[in-house]
């Protein structure tokens, strides 16, 4: 379930990748590699100026098995947010 962002922005990430300039799919690629390093239950934060890193990263999740929490819009880039299901 997407959070509000309020929720969102309260989460505070177990890792954070900064994926800032990378087109796609490197956020992505980030973001599984990023998901491989922390235990089920944690939260990784994706920064990313690509537009398309939102959709991108909910569609994964959901394919995947993680739970996408949702994105919230910084100075320049977005802030995605996906917990670890599995």
């Not at 890193?53 to 919230?72: N, Q, R, Y």
């Not at 880039?77 to 917990?83: A, L, P, Q, S, T």
């Amino acid at each position: 379930m997407t959070a509000t962002l309020t929720e969102l922005s309260a989460v505070v990430a177990d890792k954070v990748i900064d994926a800032r300039g990378a087109a796609c799919p490197g956020p992505l690629l980030e973001a599984k590699k990023g998901m491989a390093a922390v235990a089920v239950g944690a939260v990784i934060e994706i920064m990313s100026t690509d537009p398309v890193t939102k959709t991108d990263i909910a569609a994964w999740s959901g394919k995947v098995g993680h739970e996408f929490l949702g994105s919230l819009e910084a100075d320049g880039y977005d802030r995605v947010f996906v917990v670890r299901r599995k």
